[in-house]
């Protein structure tokens, strides 16, 4: 990155939103893999039986899209090039992670259209997150 380049406020408050949208993701994540039985038997049997039936690649790839999204959005922070490579894992999280819950689970019946909400969010979410880091390399505003 050039002396010259003046990095936008814009970016800065993307970047740092991001990061905080992406430790939610993480959060939820945490909350999720530390699920006790109790907190379980509190949900209603179908939501029960989509946790109980989700498998280990749809964990991992939830792992992949709030990691990869958070270490991507630190990156962005301290103007790394490479956030983007980090919002690819995450989006590719994201994908399979989706795939799951839209083709083989039956969260759609559970939660209704209404549980569409999120996941559409955290798609385009994602798709922004790759657009600005290839952005911010292609304005050498990241090294």
């Known amino acids: 990155m050039t002396g010259s ?5 814009w970016f800065w408050i993307a970047s740092s939103a991001a990061l ?5 993701g993480v959060m939820a994540f945490v909350a999720q893999m530390m699920m006790t039985p109790e907190t379980l038997q509190q949900l209603p049997q179908a939501e029960r039986d989509i946790y109980a039936n989700t498998p280990v ?9 709030v990691i990869g999204g958070a270490l991507g959005s630190v990156a962005l922070l301290i103007k790394k090039t490479w956030a983007l490579y980090l919002f690819v894992l995450s989006f590719a999280g994201i994908c399979t992670q989706m795939f799951h819950v839209f083709f083989i689970s039956n969260s759609f019946e559970v939660f209704g259209p209404g549980g569409m909400i999120m996941p559409i969010m955290v798609v385009i979410v994602a798709v922004a997150l790759i ?3 290839k952005n911010a390399a292609s304005n050498n505003w990241t090294s």
């Open 5 to 9: 380049t003046k990095i936008p406020t």
């Open 20 to 24: 905080v949208w992406n430790l939610m």
């Open 57 to 65: 690649w749809a964990n991992i790839a939830f792992a992949c899209a």
């Open 131 to 133: 657009w600005l880091s």
